[in-house]
């Protein structure tokens, strides 16, 4: 996170890191360590900037921020709240702790995080949920970790956009020539090396159809981002406050 100067190094609680990272982890390290290189020269740009956007509408000025799966920071990079990341991947951590994205890095499972039941005014999930073998088990450690007056902010890619498609996008959205070219260049190495982790990839409606079952949330909003992103805020409810999950306001457009 920009302008965090004191940002601690990854603390590394106990439990299986490679949650994130599919079967074959001396193989799957090595990719996040390659990933973690490149991975600003691919998403550092006006798409992330916009979800980042979002997630910061729906947050409070001063509160803890746990961002789940966090890579290199790049979603909290401008937020003054103190932030925590979590990653699987120590590459991912160490980058986004010498960026000074975050003011502490957490080694763990994004399912299990070994943090304190109720430590979040907000929990930050952006692209992670189509990665994980359980999304329900990330899910819960979200609405675990959140308050209970807080803030949980969800987002995945949709199935139908490819590495075209976004190159598209970028460059309407302002990215300029040749950083949208390496872009798309290193983003179609990366899914090719992405590939021989075997990590199955979720569908987006198996990530709605998980969260549609999920007790205890109520969708505060929802939409449709450039056709390529589906973006939710939730807040967690009390059985008192008990309502439908479809059924919940919702504020849905497709930018």
């Known amino acids: 996170m920009e302008g965090n100067t004191s940002a601690s190094a990854p603390t590394k609680p106990s439990g299986s890191a490679n949650h994130l990272m599919g079967d074959h982890p001396a193989y799957n390290a090595f990719f996040w360590r390659i990933y973690a290189i490149v991975y600003d020269l691919i998403w550092d740009s006006p798409l992330t900037d916009t979800l980042a956007q ?23 990079r401008q937020l003054s709240q103190h932030v925590i990341g979590v990653d699987a991947s120590p590459a991912m951590l160490t980058r986004a702790t010498r960026k000074q994205r975050i003011d502490r890095g957490v080694h763990a499972p994004v399912h299990e995080t070994g943090l304190e039941s109720g430590c979040a005014s907000a929990v930050l999930t952006c692209n992670v949920l ?5 999304p329900r088990g990330v ?17 995945w890619p949709l199935d139908e956009p490819d590495t075209d498609t976004i190159f598209q996008l970028e460059r309407r959205l302002g990215r300029s020539a040749p950083r949208a070219v390496l872009a798309h260049a290193l983003r179609q190495l990366i899914g090719i090396a992405a590939a021989l982790t075997r990590t199955p990839r979720r ?3 198996s990530i709605e159809q998980v969260l ?15 056709g390529c992103q589906r973006v939710m805020v939730l807040r967690p409810f009390t ?6 999950f479809f059924h919940s306001p919702s504020e849905r457009s497709t930018e």
Do not use: W, Y
Request: net charge negative; with cysteine; proline share 4%.
């Open 212 to 226: 549609s079952r999920t007790q205890g949330l109520e969708v505060v909003f929802d939409t449709i981002l450039h």
């Open 239 to 244: 059985e008192h406050e008990a309502k439908d």
């Open 139 to 155: 899910i819960n450690e979200a609405l675990r970790l959140c308050s209970p007056a807080g803030t949980i902010f969800f987002c």
């Open 203 to 205: 569908t987006s409606a």
């Open 130 to 134: 189509h990665l994980v073998p359980d």
């Open 54 to 76: 979002i997630s910061t509408s729906h947050l409070p000025s001063a509160c803890t921020v746990v961002d789940l799966g966090c890579g290199t920071g790049l979603m909290t």
